[in-house]
């Protein structure tokens, strides 16, 4: 955990070294897909079989206000992961997150989309030959995240909290 946090900052500070184009804007919409790192779904007695993957969107509803510099988008996110327990690898569960978000923009450096938000969604379980373990529920969550815009439309982003993974990190796109 240790190694996925100081990684997670030096992304962090790397991208906002660097310049990229605006901040997110009302009426933008950025759909999102991308892979995580450290999933808090199985725990330490179940092997990963599905990587943690996911994809997002994110409509721009409010911008321009805070001196200028944020902005409020809504959109959703649907996630997966499998895997299988260790010791008997008949034994597996699968975990699927979908929900709703709300997401505050605050650009701190210079045309670097940086937000943070909360996710009210749905945690599904489904398992194999297994008894007891985790179940399905109530899923909220928060995160704080950035993009790194290498054109217009295209984008590298990154995520930190708590989803299908503690790091979800991979493109988004801009129409």
Known sequence: M???LLTACALVALIAATNAQEIFAKRDFVGHVGIGIGSYLGGSNYTTTVPP???SGEYGILDSFIRGKAAIGVGGYLAYTANKLKIN???QQSFFIIGA???FHYQFVEKLDTYAGLMLGYQGVSTKNLTGGASSGF???SF???RYYFSDRFAAFSEL????AALEFGIAIKL
């Open 2 to 4: 240790r190694k996925l």
């Open 161 to 164: 909290g708590y989803g299908i």
């Open 89 to 91: 690898s008949s034994s």
């Open 53 to 55: 993957i996911l994809i």
């Open 139 to 141: 899923c909220p969550a």
């Open 144 to 146: 704080i995240g950035v």
């Open 101 to 103: 978000r709300g997401v």
